[in-house]
């Protein structure tokens, strides 16, 4: 089944303890994305990767990382979480970045205390 | 910058009611348009979609028609159901910003009773 998997799809952490949230797809995309969803404001790109070794700043970078290693997987890092980054967060993937339909992972649920 | 305004909700309806909910955008030439779904629990996914002026896209019984007169790309169904209960996100897929796969609206909540 093609598909766009997200790990974990809940998670309640502390202020400052490193974590990475994995995004792996089966279709062979070479465009993914991450997007936080926030009342009111709707979705906003973090970073996006147009193909491996290839990454770039969305929206709403700050505090954020990624890597992408492998055509499959794009995972988010948070350095150093902080309150302000509980969201829910969504990874998605597509065949090229514009025009296409994008395919959404089922999402994380954030909280930093 | 490219933007995509829709109506705020939520939108609260019977069963089998008429849905009408309104998204304008702001763009450099003619993006692709989209409206996504997104049901409770659930990541987002493609309800239709319409490349250019004039093209009707059509799903589930949804309809949007893309309105360049207008800048508009309205989302209609001509009867609810409970089932489509969910949040309702337009977007656009900007043609002058490398990278941007699509631009968001705020969503709109559409709560279907019996």
């Known amino acids: 089944e093609a598909q766009v998997t997200q790990n974990p799809r809940y998670l309640i952490t502390v202020t400052g303890k490193k974590l990475t949230v994995t995004c792996s797809q089966n279709?062979?995309?070479?465009?993914m994305s991450w997007y936080r969803q926030d009342p009111g404001l709707g979705l906003r790109q973090i970073y996006y990767?147009?193909?491996?070794?290839?990454?770039d700043k969305g929206d709403v970078p700050e505090g954020y990382k990624v890597s992408r290693k492998e055509k499959r997987n794009f995972p988010l890092i948070l350095e150093s979480p902080s309150p302000n980054q509980t969201s829910l967060y969504f990874c998605?993937?597509?065949?090229?970045?514009?025009?296409?339909?994008?395919?959404f992972g089922p999402g994380t649920r954030l909280t930093v205390t | 910058g490219d933007s995509v305004t829709q109506m705020e909700g939520p939108v609260t309806l019977s069963e089998e009611a008429f849905l009408t909910i309104n998204c304008t955008y702001t763009?450099?030439?003619?993006?692709?348009l989209f409206w996504y779904v997104q049901y409770p629990g659930e990541g987002l996914q493609l309800l239709l979609k319409?490349?250019?002026?004039?093209d009707k896209g059509s799903n589930k019984g949804f309809e949007a028609t893309y309105r360049k007169e207008t800048t508009s790309f309205h989302l209609e169904k001509g009867s609810v159901q409970v089932s489509d209960s969910a949040v309702y996100f337009c977007?656009?897929?900007?043609?002058?910003?490398?990278?941007?796969?699509?631009?968001f609206g705020k969503g709109t909540t559409l709560s279907v009773s019996s």
């Open positions: 998605a993937s597509s065949f090229t970045g514009q025009g296409t339909e994008q395919y």
């Open positions: 279709m062979n995309h070479e465009y």
């Open positions: 990767s147009m193909n491996v070794e290839v990454t």
């Open positions: 763009a450099t030439g003619y993006p692709s």
């Open positions: 319409a490349t250019k002026a004039d």
């Open positions: 977007a656009l897929s900007p043609l002058n910003q490398a990278g941007t796969a699509l631009i």
